[in-house]
């Protein structure tokens, strides 16, 4: 079965500071892997995707995420965190095996401390 | 260019009736999703249309559930019969084409329902 794993509930970093909320999947066949971003009473926003080719993708905000095929994983970083990057944190897998289906993690808050 | 709406924003609603939820997919995009997000969980995926086609209804929760989309355009999630554990965000979404399940998803802004 697909499935999609966001291990920390919460993350704390102080700002300034590096930054990685976890993900890692199941998943047969070829992965397209996503993170999406969610704001105190906003929608949704996508973030970055892997589909193919380089491991590190770069997305909006100064956010990264990388592709590692052994290790089933897509962690999202980024090299100096802000206040404002405090969100909900989503990882999300799209497959066509056994029919299309995007799983979604169960998020991850994010608090970037001052 | 207009994102994707969804209506109302918020519905309140006796347990045992039925409700409606619309979703608006961007201008052109042929692929539509609807997401159910309860209290404190992530998204749970429940049906997607490729075109008006709903190829695979398996997400959908309960066969009190149905979705329809018209036009390639708007969609309605219909839920009859509502019980309590049916209140919580949907949400829709649109991209551009299924094709190859790796293109983005944008996201509406979700209708609240409240199931007393």
């Known amino acids: 079965a697909q499935s999609v794993a966001q291990p920390e509930d919460q993350v704390n970093v102080a700002e300034g500071n590096p930054l990685t909320v976890k993900c890692t999947y199941s998943?047969?066949?070829?992965?397209?892997l996503f993170w999406y971003v969610q704001y105190p009473n906003r929608g949704l926003q996508f973030l970055l995707k892997?589909?193919?080719?380089?491991?590190l993708v770069k997305g909006s905000y100064g956010f990264e995420a990388e592709f590692n095929k052994s290790q089933t994983s897509f962690h999202l970083k980024k090299p100096s965190a802000l206040v404002s990057d405090s969100a909900l944190y989503f990882c999300?897998?799209?497959?066509?095996?056994?029919?299309?289906?995007?799983?979604f993690g169960a998020g991850t808050r994010l608090f970037v401390k001052a | 260019g207009a994102g994707v709406s969804q209506s109302p924003s918020n519905k309140v609603t006796e347990k045992g009736k039925d409700v409606e939820l619309r979703c608006d997919p961007i201008?052109?995009?042929?692929?539509l999703y609807w997401y159910r997000q309860s209290l404190g969980q992530g998204l749970e995926f429940l049906i997607y249309f490729q075109g008006n086609s709903a190829p695979d209804k398996s997400g959908l929760p309960s066969d009190r559930f149905s979705a329809e989309r018209t036009g390639g355009s708007v969609s309605t999630l219909t839920i009859q019969r509502t019980q309590q554990e049916d209140s919580a965000v949907y949400l829709c979404?649109?991209?551009?084409?299924?094709?190859?399940?790796?293109?983005?998803?944008?996201f509406g802004p979700g209708t609240r329902l409240t199931v007393l």
């Open positions: 979404a649109s991209s551009l084409s299924l094709a190859g399940g790796g293109n983005e998803q944008f």
């Open positions: 998943v047969s066949g070829n992965p397209y």
């Open positions: 999300a897998v799209s497959s066509y095996t056994g029919g299309f289906k995007t799983i």
């Open positions: 201008s052109g995009h042929t692929a």
């Open positions: 892997y589909i193919t080719g380089d491991n």
